[in-house]
C-alpha cells in the first residue's frame, strides 16, 4: 500500500475531566470546526463522515445518531465503529480505498469522566458467569499485571517508570489532561488499587473530542504539503473470556503486529520505526505492547523501560504525547494516537516533536486487557 | 472549565430490563451448581476443556452441546491474583460492594482454561502463584452464580 490514504489534518481539544461546559455534540463540533479552519474546507468539501465511539459511554443507543449536526452529515453518507477510535480510522481509509469518496472525516469523542466507568466497564463481562462477580478493567489489569510480572520477574519499579516517562511527556503537550510530573516515589507509595497496581499505574478518565481528514493521492496536497501516508495496517482479536487467553503475553497484539509489519516492509521495529504512541491501559500494559510489538525479547519489557529506549529522544520514544496514562478519553484513544503520530510526520508536535520522524506506529485497543487490537504504521513525505 | 456554582442538573434513573436467555449450556452448568458440581464443555474434536461451557470450539470451530459437557474438580491451581481496594457499587445491588477483596485467576483440575473468582483472603503476601485452591460452596445451594461464594486458599498441609 503505497501513497493511497493520506492524514491531511488533525484536530484535537484539551483533554479533561468534568468539562461542564461542553455537551458531546459540542465538543465535536469544536474539533471539526478547527478542522474545516485549518485546512480551508466547508462541510461541502466532506464526502463522508467515520465515527468511533461507545453507547454506554456516551448513555444513549446509537449514539452517533445524535451528533450528525456537529460532525456535518445531515444527509450524507455517515457510519459509525462501536468501539476504539483506531478502528473507525481503518473504516474511514477503506472509505477513500474503496474510490467512491475523495475525502472522509474521521472523528472520535467520548466524555467518560460523566460515566461510572466500573459499572460501564463491568458490563464488558457476561452477565451469566461474570459480571456478577466485580470485574472490571482495574481488578483484570491488576490479575493481568501480577501474572505478567510473575512470569518474567518484572519489578514494580519497572511500572512505575512507564507513568514516570508518560506523565513527564505529557508536560509538552498542550492537549494532555495531567500536566503535572509525578515522581517514581509518587508513583510507588500511591494507594495500591489491584495489586501489584497502583492507583498512579491506571490513567484518569478524560474527556475530549478528535477529527481528521483523509482523502487520497490525487487530492493530498491540494490541503497540505505535508500529509501522511497509511503504509501498514492489521487487526487481530483474542479470546471473549480472560480465562480463554494467554493473559501472561498480548498475543493478539503480536499478530497484528506481525501482519502490519509486513504490510508496510519493517524488518527491525526499533531501527525502521521514528516514534510509536500506544494505547496503555496500565503501567505494567506498556511493557508488555514493548514484548508484542517486538521492541524487545518476550519477559525484557522492563529491562526495555530501564534502558531508556523509550524516552523522548531513545531510539524507539513511545507516547511522547503522555499517552493514554496522562489522558484516556475511552474509545477516542485509538484516533488520538493516530492523530499525534500524524503530527509527529508532519513535523507539526512542537514541544513534544521526536526530530526528522518519518515512520511512526499507532496502536488502539478494544476491550478488557488488549482483547481488540488495531495496528497502523504510518510515513510522512 | 466548570463553573461548579452554576450547575444545573436534570435527574433521571432508568431500569433497563431484559429477559436473557441464559441458554441450555448455562442452564445445565448452574443445575449441576445447585449439586455442588463445576460444569464445563470438552470439544469432541481436539478435547480441549472449556471452563465456563462454550457452545464453540474456538480452535476447531465445531459446535459443543450439553452433551460434551463435563465435570470439573472443585480444587485448582492459582496462576494469578489480586486483592481489589477501592469502592464502586455492586451491580448486583446497587449498593457499596465491601472492600478490600481477593481476586484468583485459576485453572480447576481437569480443565485448560483459567477461571476467575474471589479468594477468601485479603493479604496478598499470603498469596503465592502455584498454590492450591478449593470452591467453597454455600450449605443451602439455588443454583446460582454465589453458589460459591469464594474459592480458598489451601494450605500445604492439607494436600
Ligand atoms: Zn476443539
Given at each position: 500500500m503505497d501513497k493511497e490514504v493520506a492524514i491531511v489534518g488533525c484536530t484535537q481539544t484539551k483533554y479533561e475531566a468534568d468539562k461542564i461546559d461542553l455537551t458531546i455534540s459540542e465538543l465535536v463540533f469544536e474539533v471539526v470546526k478547527k478542522l474545516h479552519n485549518d485546512l480551508g474546507i466547508t462541510n461541502d468539501d466532506v464526502g463522508c463522515v467515520i465515527s468511533g465511539s461507545n453507547d454506554f459511554n456516551d448513555g444513549r443507543?446509537?449514539?452517533?445518531m445524535a451528533i450528525q449536526d456537529a460532525v456535518g452529515s445531515v444527509r450524507k453518507s455517515e457510519s459509525r465503529v462501536s468501539g476504539d477510535g483506531a478502528f473507525a480510522y481503518v473504516y474511514g481509509a477503506m472509505r477513500i480505498l474503496s474510490g467512491e469518496y475523495d475525502t472522509v472525516l474521521v472523528v472520535s469523542h467520548s466524555k467518560c469522566s460523566e460515566g461510572d466507568q466500573f459499572l460501564i466497564n463491568n458490563s464488558i463481562f457476561d452477565p451469566y458467569y461474570q459480571r456478577h462477580l466485580g470485574l472490571d478493567q482495574i481488578s483484570s489489569a491488576g490479575l493481568m499485571a501480577n501474572m505478567y510480572m510473575s512470569k518474567y520477574g518484572v519489578s514494580e519499579e519497572q511500572a512505575a517508570k512507564v507513568v514516570v516517562k508518560n506523565r513527564k511527556n505529557a508536560i509538552n503537550n498542550p492537549h494532555a489532561h495531567l500536566q503535572k510530573e509525578v515522581s517514581m516515589d509518587e508513583v510507588l507509595s500511591s494507594p495500591m488499587l489491584a495489586y501489584p497496581l497502583k492507583e498512579l499505574d491506571f490513567p484518569p478518565y478524560s474527556d475530549g473530542a478528535v477529527a481528521m481528514l483523509l482523502t487520497n493521492k490525487e487530492k493530498a496536497k491540494r490541503f497540505t504539503n505535508t500529509p501522511v501516508w497509511l503504509k501498514g495496517y492489521a487487526s487481530c482479536t483474542d479470546a471473549y473470556y480472560l480465562g480463554h487467553r494467554t493473559m501472561t503475553d498480548l498475543i493478539g497484539l503480536e499478530f497484528a503486529a506481525k501482519e502490519a509489519y509486513k504490510m508496510a516492509k519493517i524488518k527491525d521495529p526499533v531501527r525502521d520505526l521514528d516514534v510509536a504512541e500506544v494505547f496503555e491501559a496500565f503501567s505494567t500494559h506498556e511493557l508488555m505492547i514493548y514484548e508484542a510489538l517486538d521492541f524487545c525479547d518476550k519477559g525484557e519489557g522492563g529491562k526495555f523501560i530501564d534502558s531508556g529506549e523509550t524516552n523522548i529522544n531513545g531510539t524507539i520514544p513511545v507516547n511522547p504525547s503522555g499517552g493514554v496514562l496522562s489522558s484516556n478519553v475511552a474509545m477516542a484513544n485509538g484516533l488520538i494516537r493516530v492523530a499525534e503520530i500524524t503530527s509527529q510526520l508532519m513535523g507539526a508536535a512542537e514541544d513534544h516533536q521526536i526530530p526528522n520522524a518519518k515512520t511512526g506506529l499507532a496502536y488502539g485497543m478494544n476491550g478488557i486487557c488488549s482483547q481488540g487490537n488495531c495496528v497502523l504504521i504510518f510515513g510522512g513525505e | 472549565m466548570g463553573k461548579k456554582e452554576k450547575e444545573f442538573q436534570i435527574k433521571w434513573k432508568t431500569d433497563l430490563p431484559y429477559r436473557y436467555s441464559i441458554g441450555k449450556l448455562a442452564v445445565k452448568y448452574f443445575e449441576e451448581l445447585k449439586n455442588k458440581k463445576i460444569m464445563g464443555s470438552k470439544c469432541p474434536k481436539c478435547d480441549k476443556r472449556y471452563m465456563p461451557p462454550r457452545a464453540v470450539c474456538a480452535n476447531c470451530f465445531i459446535e459443543m452441546t450439553v452433551e460434551d459437557m463435563i465435570e470439573f474438580s472443585p480444587k485448582g491451581t492459582l496462576v494469578g491474583f489480586t486483592v481489589v481496594n477501592y469502592p464502586f457499587i455492586d451491580p448486583n445491588t446497587g449498593g457499596m460492594r465491601p472492600f478490600p477483596y481477593g481476586y484468583g485467576i485459576f485453572k480447576l483440575d481437569g480443565a485448560d482454561t483459567y477461571m476467575m473468582h474471589f479468594v477468601d483472603e485479603t493479604d496478598h503476601t499470603k498469596f503465592k502463584i502455584g498454590q492450591r485452591v478449593e470452591a467453597v460452596f454455600k450449605e443451602k445451594t439455588e443454583g446460582d452464580i454465589y453458589d460459591i461464594p469464594y474459592f480458598r486458599l489451601i494450605k500445604e498441609e492439607e494436600e
Open positions: 443507543t446509537i449514539a452517533n | -
